[in-house]
């Protein structure tokens, strides 16, 4: 990322083409190659499959965000178009204004639009397997670099299909402590900190190679991420929470910390989106199985009856004829005639 000051900007297009489509991991990030405008390096990002695999995602990330100098942000106001290819009318876009920083480096939407109008052959999205995305900017506009007053973190957002995520929340210096030369930590998360440092010491490893205004917005990413479901039950995770999670686990995501211990509790609290919808149907189909379960013992104790008469019923048969020998009761008795 270059230094020297973005350029304003009016109006500027690209396009990225992506080629065989439908051969893209679900729930994988996939990439354009990176891009300038105004002085800006970006990078568009999809995933083919959020939101339980049913919607394409589509962010614009500022590229080599690690870089950014310390103040450094721009404004932007841009539309996000998946191209129509049999009319540009129909068209899907979502529009985005947003400031960019070091602590809120990408924008889109989880729940851009449906996989399933997408790919449909005759929506005339996709053609020879291609879509075309594109990103139209209006406005670039730089602010001044100059060093902050206050440290600025994201806040908890909520990401919905075509609003964009809320602006970033400002910190004051009184809630910041210097916590084991990690930088200006939030005072709430400092307790959470301690703890998961105490599990994964090796997570100090990062302030090796990075610098301190890096390391400084990891750890405050993860204390965001920790609090987050310290605070909250199984049962809140509903589809605005879920969203919010997803947002703070994604920017957390680029700090390249070993989360891996971390990961499989953030991934089990994602899938709980829909689940009162899940739990209801789970309920139904218990109570399906134990009345057919019930019907079944009673219809075995009554076939098990039906067995003991069956048996009895062919004993009785055994005796009766027993020095019986059947007639054609309709022949003639005869008198001996050989």
């Avoid at 440290?151 to 084991?180: G, I, N």
């Avoid at 405050?220 to 809140?236: A, C, I, P, S, Y």
């Avoid at 134990?290 to 013992?297: F, Q, S, Y």
């Amino acid at each position: 990322m270059q230094n020297q000051q973005p350029k304003d900007i009016t109006y500027q297009k690209i396009a990225w083409t992506i080629r065989n489509f439908r051969t893209l991991k679900t729930n994988t990030r996939h990439y354009s190659e990176v891009f300038t405008i105004g002085d800006c390096n970006w990078k568009v990002c999809v995933y083919r499959g959020r939101q339980d695999g049913k919607f394409l995602a589509i962010y614009l990330y500022v590229a080599d965000a690690s870089s950014l100098p310390s103040g450094w942000s721009i404004d932007a106001d841009l539309t996000l178009t998946v191209v129509n290819q049999v009319s540009r009318e129909k068209s899907a876009k979502g529009d985005i204004k947003h400031k960019f920083c070091a602590h809120a480096v990408n924008r889109g939407y989880a729940s851009f639009m449906p996989l399933r109008v997408l790919q449909d052959p005759s929506s005339g999205f996709i053609s020879k397997d291609n879509c075309i995305v594109e990103v139209e900017f209006y406005v670039v506009k730089p602010d001044r670099i100059e060093p902050p007053s206050h440290l600025t973190y994201p806040s908890l957002s909520k990401e919905s299909k075509q609003v964009p995520a809320k602006e970033p929340k400002a910190v004051e210096d009184d809630d910041v402590v210097d916590f084991k030369d990690l930088g200006r930590i939030e005072k709430p998360f400092v307790p959470l900190l301690e703890e998961v440092l105490s599990w994964h010491p090796s997570l100090m490893d990062c302030k090796n190679n990075r610098s301190r205004r890096f390391t400084e917005w990891a750890f405050n990413g993860l204390g965001r991420v920790l609090q987050f479901l310290k605070e909250k039950k199984w049962k809140d995770m509903n589809d605005e929470n879920c969203e919010q999670l997803q947002n703070l686990w994604e920017e957390l995501e680029i700090s390249r910390l070993d989360l891996s211990w971390l990961e499989p509790l953030v991934k089990s609290a994602l899938k709980m989106k829909g689940y009162e919808e899940k739990a209801e149907k789970v309920k139904k189909l218990k109570e399906n199985l134990e009345a057919l379960e019930t019907e079944m013992k009673e219809l075995k104790e009554k076939l098990g009856d039906s067995d003991q008469n069956v048996e009895m019923i062919r004993k009785d048969l055994a005796n009766v004829e027993e020095g019986f020998e059947e007639k054609d009761l309709d022949a003639e008795i005869g008198y001996g005639k050989p």
